[in-house]
């Protein structure tokens, strides 16, 4: 194994990473997006980002908002709710995953996304009175866990009915719990609060009677589109809440945050007033000259970096969704063949870059000259189009996630091959921190941020251009990218950007390919949430076989493997300046 070193791992660091935070319950309930595709000359991400930042401020202040930005057709209606059991910090964690994973339904013109700790809609049209709509669903566990099953959906349907009359009679929120002899069943249920009692009561009605369909399944979660309920056998609430009404605890930490949201909103308001001012509806393609003058035409028409939009339109058969390969930060990537027969990846970006251009343009130029073998091409990016496109280099074996939790015997990633991945993740982050002319610290490494090449090298994707979409003089960044779960705890709560970020997404990336588990997987029951913590348990019993993923542990390999665990340990500690500053292990 590699020079990294492996410190002591003190009982400090194990405290500091306990007290990282509550627990805002980002998991996934459900998503859907509509199906109605935005019109091309109908562009509502125009609006989604003041919508967005408006619905912030209310959630921050109320915990829950609705928002009503543009004009028809191309308004965006938008609405958020915390549940009422979420702290301040939680619902603020667990409204900016909202943020950050609702556009993955563009380019559908909106959509619904349930977490568990909170719920987030917008559509183009006005539904804050909707409390049905055609996906209205039960989630259910098959999972069944109670020696007499019609005692135990006693138990859930008294647990129900108690929550369901309470939050009907309060407010819209309650919890509760029931429990016969040794079986306990906790619930939730929650109205959005911008609905009438009638409607709540209409909801929480219907939610109720198809949760009960769950029964005996040890986990129950009932997604309208005007409220939400569920049942555990397991405490998922948070018992120690400060509500929104509750006035700050911890002032300094609501200072820090403040700061970092005022940031966002200060740089949302740029940008969209640079967007205001300047073209909004472009029905023909107007040539490079028309749109940014001749001088940057030119340089860009020049430049071996500029595609055609009608090409790359072309070439991913008009973004057709057969061709999708996935959602990365900023925007949905398709799989595009150019007229030579090359493959590649073509990347649709949420966010116009059309008034910095320039800019833009030159964060292209700069990324394209980053080159590793560990790292993605960026091939160059097309500005003459409806949408801004980036074009990415083609991996076969798309990305690591794909891969590592799936439980197909055909998709095994054996110990050395992914030992080798870990490797190649380390060079490359390694080269990205240090050697690149421009350091560049990525913000989001994660299973899906890793591609695989035919013969499974892993490189990284989606790095560099973080810096152009978040203008970043200081070290406090100007929002927080990245991925809940893999995020460093410095850098949520007080936004302080460092490679020490990467470094801390790579620890728990190492833990989630040696266990094959999620850090943060959708549905999973309250008692299995934290991957870091699982993995610190049982180091501290002596017992890391566990956590081994079954489908690689071999006795002759084993020593590696734990050695490898402990880099991910050391990675991920609380004190940024326990982790080591070099990644790479050769
Ligand atoms: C959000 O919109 C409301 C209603 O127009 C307005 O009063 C409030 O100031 C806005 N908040 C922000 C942060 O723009
Ligand atoms: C929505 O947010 C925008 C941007 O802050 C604001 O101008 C507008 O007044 C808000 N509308 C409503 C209905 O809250
Ligand atoms: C929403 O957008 C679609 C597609 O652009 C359009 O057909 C529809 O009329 C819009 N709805 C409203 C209420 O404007
Ligand atoms: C929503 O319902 C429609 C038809 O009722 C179905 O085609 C679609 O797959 C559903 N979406 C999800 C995410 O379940
Ligand atoms: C829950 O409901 C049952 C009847 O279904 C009732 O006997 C019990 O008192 C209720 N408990 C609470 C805490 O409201
Ligand atoms: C609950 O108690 C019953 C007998 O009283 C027993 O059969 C059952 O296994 C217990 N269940 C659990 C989960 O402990
Ligand atoms: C089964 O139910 C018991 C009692 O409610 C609970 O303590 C235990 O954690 C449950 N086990 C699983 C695997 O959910
Ligand atoms: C609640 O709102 C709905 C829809 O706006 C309306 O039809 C109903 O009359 C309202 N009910 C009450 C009691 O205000
Ligand atoms: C709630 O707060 C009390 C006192 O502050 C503490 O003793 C208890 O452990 C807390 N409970 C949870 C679940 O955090
Ligand atoms: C559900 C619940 O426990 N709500 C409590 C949250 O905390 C406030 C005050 O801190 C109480 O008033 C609520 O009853």
């Not at 292209?364 to 500005?383: D, I, W």
């Not at 190492?510 to 870091?532: F, P, W, Y």
């Not at 076989?545 to 071999?554: E, F, G, H, L, P």
Request: with cysteine; aromatic share 10%.
């Amino acid at each position: 194994m590699g020079c990294v070193r492996i410190f002591f791992l003190t009982l400090a660091s194990l405290s500091i990473l306990k007290c990282a935070m509550g627990d805002p319950r980002t998991s996934l309930a459900g998503q859907f997006c509509s199906n109605i595709p935005v019109s091309s000359a109908t562009i509502n991400a125009e609006y989604f980002v003041p919508a967005m930042d408006n619905l912030s401020s209310q959630v921050n202040a109320n915990g829950h908002g609705t928002n009503i930005t543009g004009e028809n057709p191309n308004a965006v209606y938008a609405l958020a709710q915390c549940y009422g059991d979420l702290s301040q910090i939680d619902c603020k964690l667990c409204f900016s995953e909202i943020r950050s994973q609702l556009p993955k339904c563009y380019p559908q013109i909106g959509g619904l996304l349930f977490l568990d700790g909170c719920f987030g809609r917008y559509e183009n049209f006005s539904f804050f009175n909707e409390i049905f709509f055609p996906n209205d669903t039960a989630v259910c566990s098959f999972h069944q866990n109670s020696s007499n099953p019609s005692v135990f959906s006693q138990v859930v349907k008294e647990a129900v009915g108690n929550v369901s009359l309470n939050a009907k009679n309060d407010k819209g929120f309650a919890v509760g719990s029931s429990s016969i002899s040794n079986l306990s069943v906790y619930a939730l249920a929650q109205c959005w609060e911008n609905l009438n009692k009638s409607l709540c009561s209409s909801c929480l009605d219907a939610a109720a009677s198809a949760i009960l369909s769950c029964s005996p399944g040890t986990e129950g979660r009932a997604l309208y589109a005007g409220c939400f309920m569920r049942y555990s056998t397991s405490l998922f609430w948070n018992v120690n809440n400060t509500s929104s009404s509750s006035s700050g605890k911890s002032k300094t930490i609501w200072i820090t945050i403040g700061f970092v949201i005022g940031g966002i909103l200060v740089i949302a308001m740029g940008i969209l007033y640079a967007r205001r001012k300047g073209l909004l509806t472009r029905k023909k393609g107007p040539s490079l000259t028309d749109l940014y003058g001749p001088e940057i035409a030119l340089a860009i028409s020049q430049s071996n970096l500029n595609f055609k939009y009608e090409d790359l339109k072309k070439a991913t058969n008009y973004f057709c969704l057969s061709n999708k390969l996935g959602q990365g930060s900023y925007g949905t990537v398709y799989k595009g063949v150019l007229s030579d027969g090359k493959e590649v990846a073509v990347k649709q970006l949420f966010l116009n870059t059309r008034q910095w251009v320039d800019q833009f343009f030159n964060e292209v130029n700069l990324v394209n000259q980053v080159r590793h073998k560990n790292l993605v091409r960026l091939l160059g990016c097309s500005l003459d189009g409806a949408e801004s496109l980036l074009v990415y280099e083609f991996y076969q074996n798309r990305s690591l996630d794909l891969f590592i939790f799936d439980e197909t015997p055909d998709k095994l990633l054996d110990w050395p091959q992914r030992f080798d991945i870990i490797q190649g993740i380390a060079e490359g982050l390694s080269y990205l921190h240090e050697e690149s002319d421009t350091r560049i610290i990525h913000r989001d490494i994660k299973a899906s941020n890793i591609l695989l090449d035919d013969k499974f090298k892993p490189k990284i994707t989606d790095f560099g251009l973080a810096r152009s979409f978040a203008q970043d003089q200081t070290h406090l960044t100007t929002g927080i990218a990245g991925t809940l779960g893999y995020l460093a705890p410095e850098y949520i709560v007080h936004g302080h950007l460092t490679e020490k970020v990467d470094v801390y997404s790579f620890g728990i990336l190492v833990l989630e390919i040696i266990t094959g588990k999620r850090c943060s997987s959708s549905i999973v029951s309250a008692s299995e949430h934290s991957l870091l913590a699982k993995v610190w348990n049982n180091y501290k019993a002596n017992s890391l076989d566990n956590i081994i993923d079954k489908k690689i542990y071999d006795n002759n390999a084993r020593d590696e493997i734990i050695q490898v665990v402990l880099i991910g340990l050391q990675c991920t500690q609380g004190d940024p300046q326990s982790r080591p500053d070099d990644v790479e292990g050769r």
